[in-house]
């Protein structure tokens, strides 16, 4: 059969969906609301395509540009996500949206194409060494909450929950309030050293998937200290953008946190499995998602390099942003919420 490769438009976009939700090689990450999100959000132009063969959809190809004077230039599938590359049910419509990626870089001029792939790199990419690390597991069903935490969470973080929701008063709230949110996660990644995303990319990821997020909010007394935003997708739940105060991690807020958003999920929308997200070797947050019992697996972010193109090096473990980082984690919050938009336009 022959392969027709079509860009997405508002005729396409139920069926795309209905492709990836029924497609195992597709993730949250290739649905056709992120094409939106991106333009919307960051101003970046979106390719987001598909094959067609005998007037049925047999492969998603999701594709966006990040082009920055700070931060360089980029075609990836996909930025602001951490799975992507194409998914496809033929070799035929694997290997046209491959195609058409490679043909779109070197028309575009962009120096890299970037695939996140989960499993394994693409045939004949150039890969990275190990950086970035995924950590997903099934939840243990229970039918009370005592027994779900001895299942499902590692006795020291078992401690850790008690001492928040018993010793602390903490409890937790599930809404959509990404504005809350927002001002929580503003805060955690200023004291990271990292810039902040708009407030208004928050605002369409929940305009977006409606029925596909929540927020879960945990609170000392009235006062909220940490908060994540989370994302439900074929019974499984990722935890995705999260922050808090100073003082969460002295109150168990994260551990709280964390149970709280596993708990809700698969008693209230029968998730059965836990996506802690990525991290990066040698971090404090993967040391973390260790600790709760998850096994790192390896992410496979695989490129395809115009001649004399390196692999891009945007992330904090490359040492010219050190300096940066230092600086950054000094600056009033105020400040770095008015300068932080602006430059994470090239760090998706």
């Not at 976009?13 to 090689?25: G, L, M, S």
């Not at 046209?96 to 575009?108: G, N």
């Not at 940490?226 to 969460?248: D, K, M, Q, S, W």
Request: aromatic share 12%.
């Amino acid at each position: 059969m022959t392969v027709r490769i079509r860009e997405l438009d508002a005729g396409s976009a139920r069926a795309w969906d209905e492709f990836v939700r029924a497609t195992p090689a597709a993730t949250f990450f290739h649905r056709s609301a992120w094409a939106e999100v991106i333009r919307r959000s960051f101003g970046h132009p979106t390719y987001y395509v598909f094959a067609e063969q005998d007037g049925a959809i047999t492969g998603v190809l999701p594709l966006a540009r990040m082009k920055t004077l700070l931060f360089g230039d980029l075609l990836a599938s996909t930025p602001y996500c951490v799975y992507g590359g194409s998914a496809a049910v033929t070799p035929e419509a694997a290997a046209a949206l491959e195609s058409y990626a490679i043909d779109l870089r070197a028309k575009l001029g962009a120096p890299a194409l970037e695939f996140r792939r989960i499993e394994a790199e693409d045939p004949g990419w150039t890969g990275r060494s190990p950086l970035y690390f995924t950590f997903r597991k099934p939840i243990l069903a229970f039918d009370d909450d005592v027994k779900g935490m001895e299942r499902n969470i590692p006795r020291k973080q078992r401690a850790e929950v008690r001492k928040g929701l018993n010793r602390f008063g903490l409890r937790s709230v599930s809404d959509s309030d990404t504005d809350r949110l927002h001002r929580l996660y503003a805060e955690s990644v200023r004291n990271l050293g990292s810039p902040v995303f708009p407030r208004r990319y928050f605002r369409a990821l929940a305009e977006a998937f409606p029925r596909e997020h929540d927020v879960t909010t945990v609170l000392q007394g009235d006062t909220p200290v940490a908060a994540v935003l989370n994302f439900h997708f074929r019974e499984e739940v990722l935890p995705y953008y999260g922050g808090g105060t100073r003082a969460a991690r002295g109150l168990s807020a994260n551990d709280v946190m964390y149970w709280e958003v596993m708990r809700r999920a698969h008693r209230e929308r029968g998730a059965k499995s836990f996506d802690f997200g990525r991290s990066k070797a040698g971090t404090g947050a993967f040391d973390y998602k260790k600790n709760w019992g998850f096994e790192p697996q390896q992410l496979h972010y695989c490129y395809r390099l115009a001649d004399g193109a390196r692999i891009p090096e945007n992330n904090p473990n490359n040492p010219k942003y050190k300096l940066f980082i230092a600086a950054w984690k000094r600056l009033p919050l105020p400040v770095a919420n008015l300068l932080g938009p602006p430059l994470v336009r090239g760090l998706g």
